[in-house]
Every structure is written in structure tokens, then in C-alpha cells.
């Protein structure tokens, strides 16, 4: 008779642990609703996102309006043929040097851009092979001629010549950083 009181004297003590414990806590009582909710579901679902998904989400979004506004833009058309793509100018990481700062813009050292300005009499190249425009000098002038034979024997390796302004930039980053850090515009 002791053994069944104290049996169940121990009985009632832990339903009364138990009930102490779930009752009248909201969250555990939230707990356990969203448990049994999510046993009887296929698909679960969160409501807290982490940070970094929120902030990639949004550098993302930020990117893409970007890329609209660069591609409705009139201006800079010379240095979208080199950055067809922001995502792209973004991965790249490119030591700017003013050589080939002012071939991707096309300001500041062609003499055709000086010539617009008025700076100069002349967008004629010394080589004589035309205004010395941004794809003069890339592709024509024979004033750059050994320079180019470096960036021409350096591209084939990876692909075919001539390559678009993008390509120089993608995938010959290095190698048209030489060439253009080797221009010398008092010469030219």
C-alpha cells in the first residue's frame, strides 16, 4: 500500500513538473504549436532570413538597376565597349594607371580628344595612319607596333586577334595593362 501511494505521489509530481513547465510560457507553448504544425506540414517555412542573404539580395538588386542606367546611357559609349557588363567590372580588380585610364574613357591623351577641345590643331596621328583615336592606337598604329606584337603573340595564347575591347579588359586584363602602360603620348 506505502509502494502504490508513494508510486503514485511520484506520478502526480511529474505531470505537476510538466504542467509547470509548458504552461503559461508563451514560448514554450509557441513551441510546441509550431512543432505539432510543422509535423503535420511537407514544407516548412522561416520567417527570419539571415543578414548576409539581405545584404547580397540587395547588392544584387542594386547591381541590376545599374546595369539598366548603363545600358540606356548616350554618354561614355567608349568605355562601355570595354564594360559591357558592371557585374563583371565589379569581380575584376584593375590597378588603374592614367594610361589606361584615358584609353577605356578615351579622354584626356588621344590627340582626337584633344582635337575636339581645341587644345590641339590636329587629331591626326604621328604615324599617319589617321586620327589617333582609342582604336587607332589599340589596333593600327604603327607607332605601337612592337608594343602590340607583345599584347597580339600574349593573346593568341588564350584565344584569337584581333579580340573586342571587352575581351582586352575580361580576359587579357594583364596583358593590355602592359601594353597600355608602355604608351608613351609625348611620343605619340
Avoid at 584626356?108 to 596621328?125: D, M, N, Q, W
Avoid at 595593362?177 to 604608351?183: R, S, V
Wanted: charged share 30%; proline share 3%.
Amino acid at each position: 500500500m506505502k509502494k502504490a501511494i508513494a508510486l503514485e505521489n511520484h506520478i502526480w509530481r511529474i505531470i505537476f513538473i510538466w504542467i509547470k513547465a509548458h504552461s503559461w510560457n508563451y514560448g514554450n507553448e509557441l513551441a510546441d504549436k509550431l512543432a505539432k504544425e510543422a509535423a503535420r506540414k511537407d514544407d516548412i517555412s522561416f520567417n527570419r532570413i539571415p543578414k548576409s542573404e539581405i545584404a547580397q539580395h540587395v547588392r544584387d538588386q542594386s547591381i541590376a538597376k545599374w546595369q539598366i542606367q548603363w545600358d540606356r546611357t548616350t554618354k561614355a559609349l567608349t568605355t562601355k565597349e570595354f564594360f559591357l557588363v558592371i557585374k563583371n567590372r565589379l569581380i575584376n580588380k584593375i590597378k588603374l594607371k592614367p594610361n589606361f585610364t584615358a584609353i577605356v574613357t578615351a579622354h584626356g591623351k588621344t590627340k582626337a580628344y584633344l582635337h575636339r577641345f581645341k587644345v590641339i590643331e590636329s587629331p591626326v596621328c604621328p604615324c599617319d595612319g589617321g586620327n589617333q583615336t582609342v582604336d587607332h592606337l589599340i589596333y593600327d598604329c604603327s607607332i605601337l607596333h612592337r608594343e602590340r606584337e607583345k599584347l597580339i603573340s600574349k593573346v593568341l595564347k588564350q584565344g584569337n586577334w584581333p579580340v573586342t575591347k571587352s575581351d582586352l579588359v575580361n580576359k587579357c586584363i594583364k596583358y593590355f595593362l602592359e601594353f597600355t602602360n608602355k604608351m608613351d603620348f609625348k611620343k605619340l
